[in-house]
């Protein structure tokens, strides 16, 4: 048994998929073949982040504007970021829930090496890799209690979430809030590209889509996951060359009393590891094996896939990216305190994810959809800020947004099972 022959991100298409048309005549035959199949990818979500946002558009008043977008854009990158690690959790079908108190354990180690007068002073940058570091390194103290001893994941992570918050609560009520004065670290958050500098970003990520697809085809080359078809191809290329310009324009355009806006390194952040995971996931025999592990963790074993080492460098990546949030997070108040991560955190990180199409039963989803989910809890929470509701109803409308999630995937599911996909 090989690695081909379990769950992967591009397994086997079945035999009707084979024989659909190809060329513009092949679209519109192959949206009803994954319409009748349950396989709708990011549809579903784009679909409801564009119903949301025309929502608000005509009920909160100043919602639809460009300052309000670069908002959306910091407030969303922390939680993004955690949610990505989230995805490679959910993949093998674990769970860790000690991501929200990690992030507050990257955000405390980063303003205590930055600190001034604390006699271990260091630069920023420097103070920002040791916290991602210390992070990953505890996701792999966790992912090994998991791999090697054969804990549940969910009561690991359980007693993480409880130490780590113990751990934050010691420390900040002996020394208080702590200010982070370093100016490298509150970049992460508060720092704006030129004009230029935004756009050639934008043309750096129009470019990686199509060259993404060359890679594919050069890589895959004599399978079926090297046929791309011609008309979706330029109309996604087209589609993340818009998305991409589109997004620099309006961030461009926004202003603070006199002040013009641009692009906020946050977001250029949460878009670099989203093709660096996405990369990960689908490109690398490494997320290969996370995608057979989660599909079938025997099969996996059988097929010559170390399923430990997988599962503990899993909840290394989940730590790292818990620490990076955190720093962004701790970057848009300047300083940690007792009052930080905030107490959704944990629950935004994993909503995104599921609510992206990640199944919690592991073995399916994307990357992609963890940014999506982000995206699409920021734009309900940003818009519910706006009208001025009340968290109650917040928490409410997103407890509905993920269970409606959720069903939706489970429909899919069915379907793709009856269809044999």
């Given at each position: 048994?090989?690695?081909a ?29 994954n319409?009748?199949t ?93 916290a ?64 230029l ?38 109309a ?50 490494f ?32 730590g ?59 734009t ?11 968290n ?30």
């Open positions: 048994m090989s690695t022959d379990v769950v992967g991100p591009d397994r086997p298409k079945p035999m009707e998929e084979e024989q659909l048309p190809t060329g513009f005549a092949g679209l519109y035959a192959r949206a009803r073949f319409l009748r349950g396989n709708l990818g990011p549809l579903p979500i784009i679909v409801g982040l564009l119903v949301v946002v025309l929502l608000f558009k005509f009920t909160a008043t100043n919602f639809f504007t460009a300052t309000n977008f670069v908002n959306l854009i910091t407030e969303s990158a922390g939680t993004a970021m955690l949610a990505f690690g989230v995805v490679f959790v959910l993949l093998l079908g674990e769970i860790d829930l000690s991501i929200g108190y990690l992030a507050g354990i990257g955000a405390l180690t980063v303003a205590e090496l930055q600190l001034p007068g604390s006699g271990h002073q260091m630069n920023g940058l420097l103070a920002m890799v040791i991602v570091a210390v992070c990953a390194a505890i996701g792999a103290i966790q992912g090994s209690i998991v791999a090697l001893v054969g804990v549940p994941s969910f009561v690991v992570t359980l007693g993480g979430f409880l130490i780590w918050q113990g751990v934050i609560l010691n420390t900040l009520e002996q020394r208080g809030t702590i200010i982070i004065q370093d100016r490298w670290i509150n970049y992460t958050d508060a720092y704006l590209f030129s004009p500098g935004g756009y050639l970003i934008a043309a750096v990520i129009a470019v990686l889509y199509p060259l993404s697809v060359l890679y594919k085809r050069i890589t895959a080359r004599g399978t079926h996951i090297a046929q791309v078809n011609l008309w979706a191809f330029i996604r290329s087209v589609s993340v060359a818009g998305v991409a310009f589109g997004a620099v324009a309006i961030c461009n355009h926004a202003v603070v009393i006199v002040t013009h806006l641009g692009l906020p390194l946050a977001g250029v952040i949460v878009v670099f590891f989203f093709i660096v995971l996405t990369f990960l996931a689908k490109w690398t025999t997320g290969r094996h996370v995608y057979a592990v989660g599909g079938n963790a025997e099969a996996a074993r059988r097929a010559g896939i170390n399923v430990a080492r997988i599962r503990i460098l899993v909840f290394t990546i989940s790292a990216t818990a620490g990076i949030g955190g720093i962004i997070f701790a970057a848009q108040v300047n300083s940690v305190a007792l009052t930080f991560p905030p107490g959704n955190l944990l629950l935004n990180a994993i909503a995104s994810a599921v609510i992206g199409g990640v199944s919690l039963f592991g073995g399916r989803g994307e990357v992609r959809g963890a940014l999506l989910g982000a995206v699409l809890i920021g309900l929470q940003n818009g519910l800020n706006t009208l001025s509701v009340s109650g109803w917040i928490y409410i409308v997103t407890g509905l947004v993920l269970l409606g999630a959720v069903t939706l995937d489970t429909v899919a599911v069915r379907l793709q099972a009856r269809s044999g996909r």
